[in-house]
């Protein structure tokens, strides 16, 4: 594992991924740029999210295009704990994540940690815990230093609130769905965590419903259909 998998971007405090294996080359993460943001990609109506406490429709507002990104309104908070899953659907396609940006409160209501796992629809807080997720992340405590809503603005353009995290491009592949479990926050003492703004960026294929055509054999001859099984059966003795 690469120290691309790792790093993550932001104005201040530190912070990590973890994937599987041991060890890692110390290359720098590849940047990204705006024009990678997935935010027109992203099946937003069928956004959802567990634990939630603002309307169901407040979940699409915080994927917000460059030009809002700056917005703080609405927050997404957590309900009875500060635990929240967040299921990001893609649209008819497939997708290479580079990196996961974030910006979240930065005091008593900051997410810790946030595990991620890619194309699992069945992720809920009944196995959030034993399921092993793709990716596990380390936000460091950084964000927006305001906790009461009536000190909150409307907008408040600060990049050091922002921190983009490095996912590692090769686990990251033929990604159809994405879901997110913020497991813990910074104050224990706390029952919420807060979430102003999740862009992703990558590269995004779509998926193509090519006809399917079926060549019917009229004169079958033996000796083929010998050659295809048992290639058919040295294929499945070599993969497993």
């Given at each position: 594992m690469s120290c691309e998998d790792e790093h993550h971007n932001h104005g201040n405090g530190?912070?990590?991924?973890?994937?599987?294996?041991?060890?890692?080359?110390?290359?720098?993460?590849?940047?990204?740029?705006?024009?990678?943001?997935?935010?027109?990609?992203?099946?937003?109506?069928?956004?959802?999210?567990?634990?939630?406490?603002?309307?169901?429709?407040?979940?699409?507002k915080i994927f917000r295009s460059q030009e809002d990104k700056?917005?703080?309104?609405?927050?997404?908070?957590?309900?009875?704990?500060?635990?929240?899953i967040i299921n990001i659907p893609f649209l008819n396609g497939s997708v290479k994540l580079f990196s996961l940006i974030l910006r979240t409160n930065g005091d008593k209501y900051c997410p810790k940690t946030i595990k991620?796992?890619?194309?699992?629809?069945?992720?809920?807080?009944?196995?959030?815990?034993?399921?092993?997720?793709t990716y596990t992340i380390t936000h460091p405590q950084v964000g927006v230093m305001l906790n009461d809503d009536e000190d909150v603005p409307d907008v408040l353009e600060d990049d050091g609130d922002f921190v983009e995290h490095?996912?590692?491009?090769?686990?990251?592949t033929g990604v159809q769905q994405l879901t997110l479990f913020i497991d813990d926050i910074y104050d224990d003492d706390e029952d919420e965590s807060h979430l102003h703004y999740v862009e992703l960026?990558?590269?995004?294929?779509?998926?193509?419903?090519?006809?399917?055509?079926?060549?019917?054999e009229l004169a079958a001859n033996p000796t083929d259909h010998k050659n295809l099984t048992a290639t058919e059966a040295t294929n499945y003795s070599l993969g497993n």
């Open positions: 530190s912070g990590h991924g973890h994937g599987s294996g041991h060890g890692h080359l110390h290359v720098a993460p590849i940047p990204t740029n705006e024009s990678q943001s997935l935010l027109s990609k992203i099946d937003l109506p069928h956004a959802t999210a567990l634990n939630l406490a603002n309307p169901p429709d407040d979940l699409q700056y917005k703080l309104k609405p927050i997404i908070k957590t309900d009875c704990d500060p635990q929240i991620v796992w890619k194309n699992d629809k069945t992720i809920d807080f009944d196995n959030a815990h034993s399921k092993k997720p490095y996912l590692p491009r090769h686990i990251f960026r990558g590269e995004f294929t779509e998926l193509t419903k090519d006809p399917v055509i079926t060549l019917y």
